[in-house]
Nanobody, 115 residues
Framework: QVQLVESGGGLVQAGGSLRLSCAAS????????MGWYRQAPGKQRELVAT???????DYVDSVKGRFTISRDNAKNTVYLQMNSLKPEDTAVYYC?????????WGKGTLVTVSS
């Protein structure tokens, strides 16, 4: 059974930093690209960062230069380091393998950035 458990969210002032973690189980973690998504109130979920099996990364323009995605295959965990946070980064953040079918979304972790 696929399980994705996100953690590390919280309330932070604009300009601050947070590090999100996502522990995955039930999948061959090292054989899956991983992604971080976010869903702000009243908006659709969007993909903000991906990391390939080989470690290549990609980001949506709005977070480039501020967010860094990384992975630890030994721990089956993907991370999202978020710096210079802005109020518009406020959202529930989820991790998910972009190429995995099905519906195994976790509960996410809430990030709130105050101005």
């Amino acid at each position: 059974q696929v399980q994705l458990v996100e953690s590390g969210g919280g309330l932070v002032q604009a300009g601050g930093s947070l590090r999100l973690s996502c522990a995955a189980s039930g999948i061959s973690f090292r054989l899956n690209a991983m992604g971080w998504y976010r869903q702000a109130p009243g908006k659709q979920r969007e993909l903000v960062a991906t990391i390939s099996i080989g470690g290549s990364t990609d980001y949506v323009d709005s977070v480039k230069g501020r967010f860094t995605i990384s992975r630890d295959n030994a721990k089956n965990t993907v991370y999202l380091q978020m710096n210079s946070l802005k109020p518009e980064d406020t959202a529930v953040y989820y991790c998910y393998p972009p190429l995995l079918g099905g519906d195994y979304w976790g509960k996410g972790t809430l990030v709130t950035v105050s101005s």
